[in-house]
């Protein structure tokens, strides 16, 4: 985990024991979930690296991904600034729902984040290219990437420029096409999602500062 150690002494509990627990995925920062942990919980969760919460229907200990493998690997435990709330940064295994969705306010509320779909193309590596179009695309190197990039922004462009505003389709298919292939590029140049997000906060940032006009 990264960041300074939690002091679990320092927590406000509820009279009950319990701490709500804010799940979010640290690549994307999606909501993934919300849960209770009561000290032994928080204790369990430091020691092993995957979080642990406090099932209130059951008033048992829960290791999140014990029996389905979707376990939450965290990156970072914190508390705000009343110590009466966690956030809990993670990565998630899987689908964190227990519907099968990957985060249990699906649609997701924060709108398009690309962190989910640059774990997939991370994965998708490794995968057969006789399978996978990204593995195939893989294959073909950085400059064969790159040029989708450059063909899938023409696309973009001239779907912007010739499509109607009551049929957007295709607008939003080479939007599609030209995130993913961006997104892969920056995969294979090992650019993280958050990388970009940083640099744009940065910006915003210095244009709000300097008076200027924020992105």
């Known amino acids: 985990m990264t960041g300074e150690p939690l002091d679990l002494e320092s927590l406000r509990f509820d009279d009950r024991g319990l701490i709500p627990v804010v799940v979010q995925d640290a690549v994307g920062g999606a909501v993934l979930m919300v849960a209770w942990a009561n000290h032994t919980a928080l204790e369990r969760t430091l020691?092993?690296?995957?979080?642990?919460?406090?099932?209130?229907?059951?008033?048992?200990l829960w290791h999140k991904g014990e029996t389905s493998g979707?376990?939450?690997?965290?990156?970072?435990?914190?508390?705000?600034?009343?110590?009466?709330?966690?956030?809990?940064?993670?990565?998630?295994?899987?689908?964190?729902?227990?519907?099968?969705?990957?985060?249990?306010?699906?649609?997701?509320?924060?709108?398009?984040?690309?962190?989910?779909?640059?774990?997939?193309?991370?994965e998708r590596g490794s995968a057969s290219p006789e399978e996978s179009y990204t593995a195939r695309l893989r294959q073909k190197g950085l400059a064969r990437i790159a040029q989708k990039?450059?063909?899938?922004?023409?696309?973009?462009?001239?779907?912007?420029?010739?499509?109607?505003?009551?049929?957007?389709?295709?607008?939003?298919?080479?939007?599609?096409?030209?995130?993913?292939?961006?997104?892969l590029l920056l995969e294979v140049r090992g650019v993280r999602p958050q990388d970009v997000a940083k640099e744009l906060r940065r910006r915003h940032r210095d244009k709000t500062s300097s008076g200027g006009k924020a992105p």
């Open 47 to 60: 020691a092993t690296g995957e979080a642990h919460f406090l099932s209130r229907s059951r008033q048992e």
């Open 70 to 122: 979707n376990v939450l690997e965290v990156v970072e435990l914190v508390a705000d600034c009343d110590r009466d709330t966690l956030l809990l940064r993670a990565h998630p295994a899987g689908p964190t729902c227990h519907t099968g969705s990957r985060s249990c306010f699906e649609p997701n509320p924060a709108g398009l984040e690309l962190g989910w779909l640059w774990e997939v193309l991370k």
């Open 149 to 183: 990039v450059g063909e899938e922004a023409t696309e973009t462009v001239i779907a912007a420029l010739t499509t109607l505003d009551a049929d957007r389709e295709d607008l939003v298919g080479e939007a599609c096409d030209l995130l993913y292939h961006l997104t």
